[in-house]
């Protein structure tokens, strides 16, 4: 099963939350509080959208390798970093 890395970005304030999934559309939906099981950290700023995805990689851990470097960057920049 394919893994993929995301980055959301909040249309109330611009924030960007990073996370690491096997469906970005149902983790998109849960995140936006359509399905259960959303992030805490972004109840705030409703509603997100999937704004890159990177993947697919081959296992969980090569997408939380990803998730992990794009954590380390900070703000909009998230969205056209270049990963190595």
């Not at 700023?45 to 794009?70: C, D, M, N, Q």
Request: glycine share 12%; charged share 20%; net charge positive.
């Amino acid at each position: 099963m394919p893994w993929f890395a995301y980055v959301l970005v909040s249309e109330a304030n611009g924030r960007t939350y990073v996370g690491a999934t096997t469906d970005v559309a149902r983790r998109a939906r849960q995140h936006n509080g359509g399905l259960a099981g959303g992030a805490r950290s972004t109840r705030a700023g409703r509603p997100w959208t999937v704004a890159r995805v990177l993947g697919p990689f081959p296992s969980k851990g090569l997408a939380l390798r990803a998730e992990h470097a794009i954590k380390r960057i900070r703000g909009q920049r998230r969205l056209t970093a270049v990963l190595p």
